[in-house]
């Protein structure tokens, strides 16, 4: 095995998930961003999770009260607060989000931000993004959920569950998706995620393996990453729902 080979593996092998309640909490974890004096706080205020540079990014943004202008920016962004409120208008419209709520700020958005407290924000940024009129999208509290795919019969460990999906975001080249899913309990072996993919979870419980053997029960309100070349099993004794963001390339 080559040098370039042995480190690839090695990167993959790396993979995991990540509790992002507990980054967010940890002012050791991760790399703070670089700013210029006169850029925004929105933009300025973030640690960003210590991984190579890829087409997604992700990690908290902390806020204290105050306001200002977000320029337009060059990515999809999901957004979801963690602790706090804020609230962000666009075009005279404006959006107040609290603890859970989440929001899709397309390619090209602008708005303006204020809060009467701190806030911390949990985001992810798609950065290959295209154009997409600059809109802020609510993610939506009770989607019309529809059924959807399982995962595949050859992981699965239990019989195949009943999964619902509800999309409240897509990117123009389909690779970035927000919105809200839910399933029956199933437990499947590890699989190789080939996506990226933010959770938050509104009811029920999750346990994660990792191919190293590290295990993550997340519960209702947890909002954690799987990461990109991961392999993990899944296993949910109940009924699960949740708001995700993923970037699946095509």
């Not at 990690?59 to 957004?79: K, R, S, Y």
């Not at 909002?223 to 949910?236: M, P, R, T």
Request: with cysteine.
């Amino acid at each position: 095995m080559s040098k370039l080979q042995q480190a690839a593996v090695e990167q993959s092998s790396s993979r995991s998930f990540v509790d992002l309640r507990k980054f967010a909490s940890d002012k050791s974890q991760g790399i703070e961003a670089i700013a210029s004096v006169d850029e925004s706080r929105f933009l300025s205020s973030r640690r960003f999770l210590d991984r190579p540079p890829g087409p997604v990014s992700a990690g908290v943004i902390a806020l204290d009260a105050g306001c200002g202008v977000v320029p337009p920016q060059p990515v999809d962004e999901f957004i979801i607060v963690a602790e706090g409120e804020i609230t962000l208008t666009q075009a005279a419209r404006a959006l107040a989000l609290g603890p859970g709520d989440s929001a899709v700020l397309a390619h090209g958005a602008e708005f303006f931000w204020s809060a009467r407290g701190p806030v911390s924000i949990i985001f992810m940024r798609y950065h290959g993004s295209q154009s997409a009129g600059g809109k802020i999208v609510p993610i939506q509290h009770t989607p019309q959920l529809e059924p959807s795919g399982a995962p595949s019969a050859e992981l699965l460990l239990t019989p195949a569950p009943l999964c619902r999906n509800f999309t409240d975001y897509r990117s123009a080249d389909g690779e970035f998706v927000c919105g809200t899913w839910d399933s029956t309990p199933y437990h499947r072996s590890a699989m190789f995620y080939r996506h990226c993919e933010l959770m938050y979870l509104l009811e029920g419980s999750v346990t994660l393996v990792d191919e190293s053997g590290r295990t993550g029960r997340f519960e209702r309100s947890d909002i954690f990453l799987v990461e990109q070349g991961a392999q993990c099993s899944w296993e949910s004794r109940e009924h699960v729902a949740k708001v995700y963001a993923i970037y699946r390339p095509a």
